[in-house]
């Protein structure tokens, strides 16, 4: 009895959650719905795809659907919810213009793991998807990548910075810099601006995105005049302990260590540094962004921290400063990073180029994406964003944008 | 009438029999509802994977459920087969254009690769008694995922050519691609898998998996399994029956590797993590220890399970484990366990009456549990 009981509760809880994720959901689209109700005045009747299969651009507004794929739980979550959130408020806002151009935005979780990325995908298709957002990480957006490939449709990654997302592959985009590009410009950097000739890396060499900036940087430090004296690697972002590697930067007597990771397991090398009185420079790369954010971090750690983002959350020109406020309304107050700067930049080129290209509703997602391909890689288009102004495409994906390096002084980040 | 044709099948190879049948009608609903274009395109994604999960359920099931060891580490065994399966598939593309020839040698080649690497760990540790088995597999499954993820594999005029840790280490002449990139794993597989390929594959691990349990040998592995003492007393050599199971299962799990990873344009080492080891497992469970039919539900149902869970949004991950433990009180729950008996009993009675009413004599196979 007392089983047949649990069984019930059980049933039960599926049966409230069941209403619960309807009511999420609702609320999503409610967002939506909002958006295109304020501006159908002019137009009343012709929003659903159905009612303009003919219509062409004539009867007024326009219905793009922009679906993202990123992950939303398990350990890449903070990324796929920065892409999400980013990408949303560039949606309210354009939704909020007198535009013709509205757009419907879905999002789906691939859990950053390639079968469900094509899950996600798949689920899209049947949403009638028009362009794909994503994905927010290099493994799964490979994936994805030969799929939309082959179906045709209009790809643009917010962070999925491997070049092999792009290779080969004419309907996919980056909006972000590429791995290879990263290291070679931080190589640079370091050069001209003399900062010093000794180098130590620490790289994750078990993540794709580590691995593929410090090869590039590896690669052209020599040219540069640069000695790297000291790699050392680990496997793991959630790895604890740094002391073996930041002692082998110290013994090889580098001047400047370069970190390209994340910020966790930076945050952690830079405490253990300090505790045995090793004060080299420290250069990060955008990974490194949101080391300030971060729960329980001493500030006074990041003091001088030089690190290239593309995105500066303590700028104060207005677009800034109302994405922040905006994004922070949607995230319940977490902080945006680069990546959601990444994502309200994506949905902004896609609009731009649709504007550009003229998309109306009549056309197929091969229509749109043959469409899009043109206007990303016409010479007179670029689009202004959060993460660089003016930015451009090759017919290759990659973008063509300003690269930004900033210095941490008292606790925000500084251009150098 | 009735008794007399249960007496001349066996109820094993009835078993059997009912089982093949399951995965064609599967596959004949799938393919009759595909062509009236019928299957949404989120489910038609996921055939490949379910008939590459069903194998590897069915092959952990040999190990776990029939031959009485914990695995841990079975998502190693299918890491070993997609990446080998890639790579063969890769370095036969210019030999070979016939697309399902080279997908069957990758197959070969990804099942021999992981059933060797089998036979390795097997060996020794087979011989141990107690939980080493599970140690030593769960610690096989990480190094496994660690040493792929600084595996640079590349292939030019001269031939593959094999390095690790760095990419730079990897020189290839100018007409080479990589294959195989560290942590960014495989890239540029071109697409082989096909949802036939992975229903051909299912029904030849059940009649590999099905007839070794149906043999001489299964019985001595049922045997050693029940009785470790009473079977080495009447002279059955321990590790030998147990090696046996153990490298089928393996070399079974490397073909669904290659499956799952010709499915992908990119397949990175790190998918074949602890986690999708304990997913296996969890098939196998849910479906029942030493039950085929069984696993190849669970495997097929838990696999369409979250995403059909999608519209939950963020609570689709509690919702999937409370279907899990619905499932598990539900099937050992003495009041449900008669509640459904009582079903079948009825919907087997009106099949009974219908049968007899048309005067038909009752086909094998169609009626049963």
């Known amino acids: 009895m007392k089983k047949f009981l649990a069984l019930l509760m059980a049933a039960a809880m599926v049966l409230a959650m069941a209403a619960c994720g309807n009511n999420a959901n609702n609320g999503g689209s409610n967002a939506n719905n909002g958006g295109s109700n304020a501006n159908s005045g002019g137009n009343t009747g012709g929003q659903s795809d159905a009612g303009n299969t003919n219509g062409g651009d004539s009867t007024g507004a326009v219905t793009l659907k922009i ?25 309210d806002e354009i939704n909020a213009m007198q535009s013709d151009i509205k757009i419907e935005y879905k999002f789906e979780d691939d859990e950053h793991d390639g079968e469900k990325a094509i899950n996600a995908y798949r689920s899209l298709q049947d949403w009638d998807v028009d362009v794909i957002y994503g994905c927010t990480t290099s493994a799964p957006c490979l994936a994805v990548a030969g799929e939309t490939f082959a179906d045709r449709y209009f790809q643009l990654t917010p962070s999925a910075s491997s070049t092999d997302v792009t290779a080969g592959r004419d309907n996919v985009f980056q909006i972000c810099f590429t791995d290879p590009n990263q290291g070679v410009t931080a190589a640079k950097y370091i050069a001209e601006n003399k900062m010093a000739t000794k180098i130590a890396v620490i790289y994750n060499n078990a993540d794709a995105y580590s691995t593929g900036i410090y090869e590039a940087f590896a690669a052209e430090a020599p040219n540069q005049g640069l000695e790297v004296v000291s790699v050392s690697t680990f496997a793991d972002d959630k790895n604890p302990d740094f002391s073996v590697q930041v002692r082998d930067a110290q013994s090889a007597g580098a001047e400047l260590v370069f970190l390209p990771i994340y910020y966790t397991p930076a945050s952690n090398i830079l405490k253990q540094a300090k505790d045995i009185g090793y004060a080299p420079k420290f250069f990060g790369a955008d990974g490194m962004d949101g080391i300030l954010t971060m729960e329980g971090f001493d500030l006074s750690l990041a003091e001088g921290l030089m690190l290239m983002t593309p995105f500066n959350a303590y700028a104060t020109d207005e677009r800034t400063v109302t994405f922040i406020d905006s994004y922070k309304k949607l995230s319940n107050g977490v902080e945006p990073n680069q990546f959601a700067a990444d994502g309200y930049d994506c949905v902004y080129a896609i609009y731009e180029a649709a504007k550009k290209a003229g998309i109306n509703d009549g056309m197929s997602h091969e229509d749109i994406c043959t469409a899009l391909i043109s206007a990303f890689t016409d010479s007179g288009f670029s689009v202004d964003g959060l993460t660089g102004s003016g930015m451009t495409w090759n017919t290759s994906g990659e973008v063509s944008k300003e690269p930004v390096a900033v210095v941490i002084e008292n606790g925000i980040y500084v251009n150098m | 009438m009735k008794t007399e044709k249960k007496r001349r099948l066996r109820r094993n190879t009835r078993r059997s029999l009912i089982n093949y049948a399951i995965v064609i009608a599967a596959y004949a609903i799938v393919q009759a509802l595909n062509a009236g274009g019928n299957i949404k395109s989120s489910l038609q994604g996921q055939l490949v994977p379910i008939c590459a999960y069903i194998v590897m359920a069915v092959s952990l099931n040999l190990v776990v459920g029939v031959s009485g060891e914990l695995s841990l580490g079975h ?49 020794p540790v087979l011989r141990l008694r107690g939980d080493y088995l599970a140690i030593v597999t769960l610690a096989f499954g990480e190094i496994v995922k660690n040493i792929m993820n600084i595996l640079y594999v590349g292939i030019d005029e001269k031939g593959v050519h094999i390095a690790a840790l760095e990419g730079s280490r990897l020189v290839l002449s100018e007409g080479g691609v990589p294959i195989i990139k560290g942590p960014m794993g495989a890239v540029g597989i071109a697409k082989l898998s096909t949802f036939t390929a992975g229903f051909l594959l299912v029904l030849v691990t059940l009649f590999v998996v099905q007839n070794l349990v149906d043999s001489r040998a299964g019985r001595a592995i049922l045997a050693l399994r029940d009785n470790r003492i009473a079977a080495e007393s009447v002279g059955l050599s321990v590790t030998k029956y147990k090696l046996m199971a153990f490298v089928t299962s393996a070399a079974l799990a490397g073909a669904a590797g290659v499956l799952y990873g010709l499915n992908y344009t990119g397949l990175a080492a790190k998918k074949f993590d602890f986690n999708t080891s304990i997913l296996v497992l969890v098939f196998v469970v849910l479906g029942g220890m030493g039950n085929i039919r069984g696993s190849i539900i669970a495997a097929a149902l838990l696999t369409i399970l979250p995403e059909a869970l999608r519209e939950f949004a963020d609570f689709r991950m509690l919702a999937y484990a409370i279907v899990l433990i619905i499932v598990m009180l539900a099937t050992n729950n003495p009041t449900m366990q008669q509640f459904f008996a009582a079903v079948m009993e009825k919907v087997r009675g009106t099949f009974r009456e219908l049968f007899q009413k048309s005067g038909e004599t009752v086909k094998g196979g169609g009626d049963h549990e």
């Open chain 2, 75 to 123: 998502a190693g065994f299918m890491s070993i087969g997609a990446f080998t399966g890639i790579v063969a598939a890769t370095a036969l593309q210019a030999a070979i254009p016939a697309g399902w020839v080279r997908l069957m040698l990758a197959m070969v080649a990804g099942a021999l690769f992981a059933g060797l690497f089998g036979l390795l760990v097997g060996v």
């Open chain 1, 67 to 91: 679906g993202g794929i990123g992950p939303l739980t398990g350990d890449a979550a903070i990324y796929g919810n920065a892409t999400y959130w980013g990408a949303q408020v560039a949606v």
